[in-house]
């Protein structure tokens, strides 16, 4: 008897946080892990020497030190999401009121089910210019003149227009707003279980590629199996004052070997951790 596989609830404990800042405030958006993920971590010292005339070493006065870097590597593989997603898959309804609304509203959810229908319209021989995978199967299926009714499960659709929605969160991490361009790039902020808090990075250069063993979607020729790659440098800049993990903007300051002394043991910010309500919005949380 075939033993049940038992849902480790990995997207809630692993996650990156974009915050996107413009003159309406604060929009933050969930780009969540679904299988694994390598976290490489370095950082270095900055050091003076001195080398006195005869001495047989040098003596080092302590300069400070370079951003923590942490280089970021998973998968988003397209059939893991669908199996996932079976029957779970439905129309966020408490969208926020920015934006093209169609892609930020798809999310899994595991008490809610429903369908996301668009009244998009293409014809024949014009490959969508933008739009969801519905788009796509229909362009495909009228070029090879395909009954349009025997089309894949809605699901599909779905999953593939929520991955195309998270690869566009990921580009994102290296633009700024062209409409407002005073505002940069989103900090990003991994979660990853207890070793990393909603700690605050700027990311520096990313890739994308495909696994050529997992083939592609025959329809959008969205590959299976996208790896991604993000080199990440730590960015803790709040007022400049103490160190005060869970709070907003202090958790962000600097700290230091101090805290091996006290009860906070870690030096990350931790602001999701305070209201476990906050894990389960998916790709959607309110704006502040």
């Not at 800042?21 to 929009?27: A, F, P, Q, R, V």
């Not at 997992?214 to 004052?241: H, Q, W, Y």
Request: glycine residues 4%; neutral net charge.
């Amino acid at each position: 008897m075939a033993q049940q596989v038992q849902d480790r609830q990995l997207n809630q404990r692993a996650f990156i946080t974009f915050e996107f800042w413009d003159s309406k405030g604060l929009h933050e958006r969930i780009l969540p892990f679904y299988e694994n993920v390598t976290v490489t971590e370095s950082k270095s010292a900055n050091y003076i020497t001195y080398k006195p005339i005869s001495r047989s070493s040098p003596l080092f006065s302590y300069s400070g030190a370079e951003a923590r870097k942490v280089e970021l590597t998973f998968s988003i593989t397209l059939p893991h999401i669908l199996a996932y997603s079976d029957k779970n898959l439905y129309k966020q309804t408490n969208a926020v009121d920015d934006g093209n609304e169609y892609f930020k509203a798809l999310f899994f959810n595991k008490q809610k089910n429903g369908f996301i229908n668009d009244s998009i319209q293409i014809s024949n021989k014009i490959v969508p210019k933008v739009g969801s995978t519905k788009d796509f199967d229909n362009f495909y299926l009228n070029e090879l003149e395909i009954d349009i009714n025997s089309r894949e499960t809605d699901a599909r659709k779905k999953c593939i227009d929520i991955i195309m929605y998270w690869v566009a969160l990921i580009r994102s991490s290296v633009l700024s707003n062209q409409e407002e361009p005073i505002y940069g790039p989103p900090t990003v902020r991994l979660t990853y279980g207890i070793l990393y808090k909603d700690v605050p990075f700027i990311c520096t250069d990313y890739s994308i590629d495909e696994d050529p063993v997992a083939g592609m979607d025959n329809r959008t020729l969205l590959p299976r199996k996208i790896n991604v790659k993000m080199s990440l440098l730590e960015n803790r800049t709040s007022n400049f004052g103490k160190f005060t993990p869970g709070e907003r903007f202090l958790g962000d300051n600097n700290s230091g070997w101090e805290i091996i002394f006290d009860d906070r043991v870690n030096a990350d910010p931790a602001y999701n951790l305070i209201d476990p309500k906050l894990f389960t919005l998916g790709g959607l949380r309110k704006d502040r």
